[in-house]
């Protein structure tokens, strides 16, 4: 793990190297990991074997992970709550302002993203106004459900009064600024207006969107709202909740590497 300063934040970021050689003649796009709205480098790596080291080796393409500020180990939020509150346009910013900063400062154009939850929302907000190979979305929120909202609110009471703060606290230094961020927002009035179904018919490049069939986060209408100017693959996978990537993880893999392999 390493960290980089970026607009006056440092954000943790971590390299995947392959441990196989890709078939293909190269170079390859690097993959780019966009996690969700709790989410961070180690809660990427949480499970062993970790699942995006696995889809680098079965490309043999290299990839980054990295936590956004107030996750894992990069820079908390002095005051989440009050003066730096997130608005309801927080998941454009990102797109737009900070994630084209990071891939300039790293040196990589044109990444594959691959986005969890919140994570994927970003993926398709960048891919919509910047040049990428190739979108990859697991559980993504293109509009705000009710399904949603009530997930979130049993978060917060599990938060509040039961285990999810200690479980959390594993994964990031400051484990309020992380998760007030996520549950402020989108428990917001402003937010329940979010809405990118309309930016997403701007994505040029291939889409492949995955989604469990029990998504307690959200129903189907997330991956059928993706209608790209492109060509888009839809998925959706039986005995599976919001997490592809630890619910169905050797299925999620070959569907996501699958996709790949046809670019």
Same mark, same amino acid.
């Given at each position: 793990m390493t960290k980089v300063n970026l607009l006056g934040t440092a954000l943790e970021i971590e390299w995947l190297t392959p441990q196989v050689a890709s078939p293909q003649p190269g170079p390859h796009p690097t993959l780019v990991f966009l996690h969700e709205g709790l989410g961070s480098v180690a809660l990427w790596h949480a499970r062993q074997p970790w699942w995006t080291q696995q889809l680098c080796d079965a490309m043999g393409w290299p990839g980054l992970v990295y936590s956004r500020q107030g996750y894992g180990q990069s820079d908390t939020i002095? %005051? +989440?709550r009050g003066t730096q509150r997130h608005g309801p346009d927080y998941l454009h910013r990102h797109a737009w302002e900070v994630l084209p900063e990071l891939l300039s400062e790293l040196g990589i154009e044109r990444p594959v =993203? +691959?986005?969890? &939850? %919140?994570?994927? &929302? $970003? #993926? =398709? $907000?960048?891919?919509?106004?910047?040049p990428v190979t190739a979108c990859v979305v697991m559980a993504p929120h293109v509009l705000v459900e009710p399904i949603c909202i009530e997930a979130i609110s049993q978060a917060k009471q599990a938060f509040e009064h039961g285990d999810l703060r200690a479980r959390l606290a594993r994964f990031h230094d400051d484990v309020d600024t992380a998760f007030w961020q *996520?549950? %402020? +927002? *989108? !428990? &917001?009035?402003?937010? &329940?207006h979010f809405d990118i179904r309309h930016l997403c018919r701007d994505i040029t490049a291939p889409v492949l969107a995955l989604q469990g069939r029990e998504d307690a986060y959200g129903t189907l209408a997330q991956i059928e709202g993706i209608e790209p100017s492109g060509c888009i693959e839809r998925v959706v996978l039986e005995q599976c909740g919001h997490s592809p990537h630890r %619910?169905?993880? #050797? =299925?999620? !893999?070959?569907q996501v590497a699958h996709f790949l392999r046809q670019l």
């Open positions: 002095a %005051d +989440v =993203l +691959v986005g969890h &939850s %919140d994570g994927g &929302s $970003i #993926a =398709l $907000i960048h891919a919509a106004r910047h *996520w549950c %402020d +927002v *989108w !428990l &917001s009035e402003p937010f &329940s %619910d169905q993880p #050797a =299925l999620a !893999l070959t």
